[in-house]
Every structure is written in C-alpha cells, then in structure tokens.
C-alpha cells in the first residue's frame, strides 16, 4: 500500500502513519514531477480540510496525478465541520480521472487559530474518539471497504463550489507578522511549496496554501495572524518537527 499524503502540523501524517504502508508526501512528489504511482494492493490520499474543500497543493497534485490501483481511497482530516468538503473532492477527483472506492475524514485539534484557540481545541480532544475513529477507519480499508461521501443538500450548498485557491488567495500570506525571529530558517524547511526566504526583502512569496506549518512549527513563536484566538501552537503529539522538514522541505 502507498500513503500519499500532505501535512501542516501533523495530524494527516499521524493519521497516515496508523494506516500503514509506505508513505510519500504530495509536496514531495509533485517537486520531483513523479505523480505516477503504482501499487496492487491499495493507493491512499490523506489530506486535511481548508475553507470545507482541500489545499492549493493538494489539487495541483490530483490535476497531475495518474493514480494505478485495484483500490483508491482518500481520508481528510478536519476540526470542527468539513460539511461537503468530501462531495467535493470525489468531484474535483473525476475531472482528473481519478475515482475512490472508499473516502472517509476524521475530526482532530483544529488548528486554524484565527477562528479556534488551540486551548479550547485541546480541551475538546478526549470527546472526538479519534482513536476509535482511527481503528475503523483502518479496519474498513484492511477490509478493502467501499464507502462513499453522504453530504446532505444544506451541507452541500453551504459547502459551495469553491475550489482551494478562491477560498484561501495565494497572497493571503501577506497577513503574516513577524514578531522575536532569530532566522533559524524552520520555517523555510516545513513549508510544502517554498513560499518562504527569511534573507529575502520580502520573506513570503505570496504562492501560499495557508496550512500554517510556519506559523505552528516555529520554535520561536515569531509569526502571527492579527486575527488569531490565542498565541498558542500545534504539532500532533505522535509526529516530530524532523518529520514536518522531511515531508515539505523543499530547499
Ligand atoms: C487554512 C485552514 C483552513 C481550515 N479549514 C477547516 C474547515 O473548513 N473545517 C474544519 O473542520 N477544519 C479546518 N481546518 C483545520 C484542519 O483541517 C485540521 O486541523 C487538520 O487536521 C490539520 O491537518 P494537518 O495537521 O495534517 O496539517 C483548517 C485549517 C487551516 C490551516
């Protein structure tokens, strides 16, 4: 089985990591131009939700992607409500060509501060089962199950069309503030499209998925959104910053 996968602060390669196989990550992939991947037993995307649909990233892979399997599955992770975000994607997915036998998505920390602060999301942890979730999820796919998304017509209209880069513009890092940096250039390595030079006279690129990876993998704590809920941070507890470089790094 091949896990492909795209990760800001660790929940969809943690979720990656309990599904098992061999684990490549988008960014990676689409860097190297290699979007052919094979595999008899079983190709899997794990990916997580922005704005209700997915990352710039993510669809700049399935618009290059040929995907070769008797079984293609996709799990998204999200916080607080994905709503129709997985209609959409198996839709975005068939204009590729691309087709799931199984698509399914669990509910982690949210960690999109402008709207949560990552206290109130820790808090609300024990009540999302994810552990329970995770082994269902994983039994299901052992099992070669088929599932398809059961977005209800309310979830699907508020969901709307949208893909990735009209909810979320590539220049939204222009929001960013820096604040204490001491130029350890972290968050260059953990950035899935190189959007970042911190020597450079504008430091972001504006080419941006807003995932946050710099914002939370920072050791500093030196960027900010003027609109986040508290100055708090997140990193999965089961995946370390050497894994977030290793995924994106793209220098
Ligand atoms: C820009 C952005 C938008 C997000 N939008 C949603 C959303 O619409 N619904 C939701 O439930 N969670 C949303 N989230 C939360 C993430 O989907 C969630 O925390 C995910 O598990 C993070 O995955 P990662 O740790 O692999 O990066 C958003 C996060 C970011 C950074």
Known sequence: MKLLYY???GNSLYVAKRIGGERLSIPNLLRRGKCTVEDDDAIGLVFPCYG???PRTVLDFLSAADLKSNYVFAISTYGAKDLAALSLMEKTASKFGISFDYINSISMVDNFIPRYSLESQIEALPSKGIEEHLDKIVADIKAKKRHAPSASFIEKRSTGK????LTFPPDVDSRYEIRGCV????????CPR???DIFAEERYFHNCDFCMS???NCPSNAIHLPDEKSTARFRNEHVQLREIIESNNQL
Request: hydrophobic share 25%; aromatic share 8%.
């Open 214 to 216: 710099c914002i939370h």
């Open 183 to 190: 130029k350890c250039r972290t968050c260059m390595k953990v």
């Open 162 to 165: 949208e893909q990735p880069s």
């Open 52 to 54: 209700y649909t997915f």
């Open 194 to 196: 190189g959007n970042i």
């Open 7 to 9: 990760t800001a602060t």
